[in-house]
């Protein structure tokens, strides 16, 4: 239901973007997120967009480098990750339909991505 793809080894400070499509009847009325997972963490939200692709939210720790936003006429969300560091290095997922309690109905498959100092 969703297919995530972006990912791959990069260099420090590059800016890469990850893509999310979505192949489910109500995604243009549904919400998205970016999750992430490191390697030995726990799965972390980076960025969460409503179906009308206003009033993004990030985690402190992408605030002002990372930016989700959404075509809804491509059944598309993306992350766009600038000035990448070592430490975002984790596996990328993408998740939409918000069902509460910080829960997500369809996830993708999730996409790695490796930064190398």
């Known amino acids: 239901q969703l297919q995530a793809c972006g990912g791959g080894l990069v260099q420090a400070g590059d800016s890469p973007r990850l893509s999310c499509a979505a192949s489910f009847r109500n995604f243009r009325s549904s919400s998205s997120a970016w999750f992430r997972q490191a390697p030995g963490k726990e799965r972390e939200l980076v960025a969460r967009?409503?179906?009308?692709?206003?009033?993004?939210s990030y985690s402190d720790s992408v605030k002002g480098r990372f930016t989700i936003s959404r075509d809804n006429a491509k059944n598309t969300v993306y992350l766009q990750m600038n000035s990448l560091r070592p430490d975002d290095t984790a596996v990328y997922y993408c998740?939409?339909?918000?069902?509460?309690?910080?829960?997500?109905?369809?996830w993708g498959q999730g996409t790695k991505v490796t930064v190398s100092s």
């Open positions: 967009i409503n179906w009308g692709g206003v009033d993004p």
């Open positions: 998740a939409a339909q918000y069902i509460g309690g910080g829960y997500y109905k369809y």
